[in-house]
C-alpha cells in the first residue's frame, strides 16, 4: 500500500471513529426524542383531532406552572444547584439530595392545593377542561417534581448515562401505556391521561431505586447553613423570567384558541408548535454531537481564530442544518402527517411552515444564549419586548384567523428574541475582539 492510500485509509477510520462516537453521544436523547414522538403519535391516531386537542391542553396547564412552584425545575434554577452540589463529596451530596427532596415534598403539598382550586376556574373558563381531567393530568404532574430532584442529583455526579437511561425507560413506559390505553374502553382522554401518570409513577420509582444504589445514603451528611443558604437563593426562578419565557416560548397562545375556537384547532397549532420545538432541539444536537466535530476533524488545518469568529462560523453551521431541517419537514410533511397521525390532522401544515421560520431562528439563537449565559448577560428587556408583541399581536389575530394568527404571533415574537440576543451576542464578542487587538 502506498504512503497516499495509507493516508486515505487512516483518515477514514478516523472520521468513522468519530461518526460513530457522536451517534453514540447523542443517540439516547435522540432515541428518547423519537420514542416520545411514537407516543405522541399513537395518543393522535387513537383519539382524533378535537379529543386531542383537549388531552394536549390540559396536559399544558397543568405543566405549565411546575417551574414556578417546584424548586430546581428550570434550566437555570437546575443548572445553579448542580453547581454547588457538583463541588461536594458523596456524602454531602446524599445529604443534599434528603434536603432538597423535602424541600420537595412540601412544594408538592402547595402545587396540590393551588392547582385543586384552579381546577374548578378552568373547568369552568375552558369547555375541554372537565374536573377529572384536571385532576387526573395534575395527578400525571407529581412525580415530575421528585423525578427533577434524582435530575440534578444525577447532573451533579456527571453520571449523564444514568440520567439518559432513566428518561429512555420513561418515554417506553410511556409507550407502552399508551397502546394498551388503545385498548380499553371509556372516555379515552381521561384513560390516556391516567396512562401518562403511571408512567411517570414507574418512572420515579425507577429513580428512586436508583439513586439508592448510587449513594451512601446512610452515611449521608446534611448540608450546612451557610450551603442550605446558597441553596435556598437557587430553588426558584425570578417571576419575571418565568412570565416572559412563558408568553413567548411555551404556547401561551393556547389559552386563546381554547376560548374562541375548537379543540381540533388547538390539536392542530399543538403539534405544529412541537415540531417546531423539536427542530430546535434536534439542530443544535446534531451539530454539536455529529455534524461539527466531523466537519472541524475533516477540515483540521482549519481553526477559530476567536471567540467571535467561532460564534459566527457556528451559527452559519447551525442556520444550515436548521434550514434543512425545515425543508425536509416542508417537502415531507404532508406524507408524514397521512402515514403517522391521519389525513384528519393535514390542517397541522398551515401553522407549522409559519412556526418553522422560529424554528430556524431559535436554533440559531442557541449559540448566542450559550455566549451570553457564560458572560452572565441579562435578556431581561429583550424578553419584555418580545412578550408584549406577542400579546399585542395574539388577541387580534387569534380572533381573525385562529391557529394561523396563533402562529404568526408566536413566529413575530420568538423571532424577535431569537434575533436581538443574536444581535447582542455579536455585539458583546465583537467589543471583546477589538479589544484584544488594541492590546
Known amino acids: 500500500m502506498g ?32 420514542i416520545g414522538i411514537g407516543s405522541y403519535i399513537v395518543t393522535a391516531r387513537a383519539l382524533g383531532p378535537a379529543a386531542f386537542g383537549a388531552f394536549i391542553f390540559v396536559q399544558w396547564l397543568a405543566t405549565i406552572t411546575v417551574p414556578l412552584i417546584g424548586v430546581g425545575m428550570s434550566a437555570l434554577t437546575s443548572r445553579q444547584i448542580v453547581e454547588i452540589q457538583s463541588r461536594e463529596p458523596q456524602p454531602t451530596i446524599a445529604g443534599i439530595f434528603y434536603y ?34 384536571l385532576l387526573l393530568t395534575g395527578l400525571a404532574a407529581l412525580p415530575l417534581f421528585l423525578s427533577s430532584i434524582v435530575g440534578i442529583t444525577l447532573r451533579s455526579l456527571r453520571r449523564l448515562d444514568l440520567l439518559g437511561t432513566l428518561h429512555l425507560f420513561g418515554m417506553l413506559a410511556t409507550l407502552f401505556l399508551m397502546v394498551a390505553a388503545t385498548q380499553v374502553g371509556g372516555d ?34 446534611p448540608p450546612g447553613s451557610y450551603l442550605r443558604e446558597q441553596l435556598k437563593r437557587s430553588f426558584k426562578p425570578p417571576l419575571l423570567h418565568f412570565i416572559l419565557d412563558a408568553i413567548t416560548w411555551q404556547r401561551s397562545e393556547s389559552l386563546l384558541l381554547a376560548l374562541w375556537r375548537s379543540p381540533s384547532e388547538l390539536a392542530f397549532y399543538a403539534i405544529s408548535f412541537m415540531i417546531s420545538t423539536t427542530v430546535m432541539q434536534l439542530a443544535p444536537m446534531l451539530l454539536s454531537g455529529w455534524f461539527l466535530p466531523l466537519f472541524l476533524r475533516h477540515t483540521h488545518n482549519r481553526h477559530y481564530l476567536n471567540p467571535y469568529d467561532a460564534f459566527i462560523k457556528t451559527s452559519c453551521y447551525m442556520a444550515f442544518v436548521a434550514v434543512a431541517f425545515c425543508i425536509a419537514i416542508t417537502t415531507l410533511g404532508p406524507y ?21 421560520i422560529a424554528g430556524v431562528f431559535g436554533s440559531i439563537a442557541t449559540v448566542s444564549l450559550t455566549h451570553l449565559a457564560n458572560h452572565g448577560q441579562n435578556t431581561t428587556v429583550l424578553g419584555i419586548v418580545a412578550a408584549v408583541v406577542n400579546v399585542g399581536l ?42 484584544e487587538a488594541v492590546l
Not at 379515552?188 to 439513586?211: G, R
Not at 415574537?413 to 444581535?423: C, D, K, M, R, T
Request: glycine share 4%; net charge positive.
Open 3 to 34: 504512503g497516499g492510500d495509507m493516508f486515505f485509509a487512516v483518515r477514514k477510520q478516523s472520521i468513522s471513529r468519530i461518526t460513530r462516537s457522536g451517534l453514540f453521544q447523542i443517540s439516547p436523547a435522540l432515541g428518547t426524542t423519537l
Open 100 to 133: 432538597l427532596w423535602y424541600r420537595q415534598c412540601r412544594r408538592i403539598l402547595l402545587y396540590c392545593v393551588v392547582f385543586f382550586f384552579l381546577a374548578f376556574l378552568l373547568s369552568w373558563l375552558f369547555s375541554v377542561c372537565t374536573l377529572l381531567r
Open 188 to 221: 379515552q382522554v381521561e384513560i390516556f391521561l391516567l396512562a401518562v401518570a403511571l408512567a411517570a409513577t414507574l418512572t420515579l420509582i425507577m429513580a428512586v431505586i436508583t439513586m439508592a444504589r448510587l449513594l451512601p445514603m446512610k452515611e449521608a451528611q
Open 336 to 356: 408524514l402527517i397521512i402515514y403517522s397521525i391521519g389525513p384528519a390532522y393535514l390542517p397541522v401544515l398551515e401553522p407549522l411552515r409559519i412556526l418553522l
Open 394 to 435: 395574539a388577541i387580534p389575530l387569534v380572533a381573525y384567523w385562529g391557529m394561523t394568527g396563533a402562529a404568526m404571533a408566536s413566529t413575530v415574537a420568538q423571532v424577535i428574541s431569537a434575533s436581538g440576543s443574536i444581535l447582542l451576542c455579536r455585539k458583546i464578542l465583537k467589543r471583546a475582539e477589538q479589544k
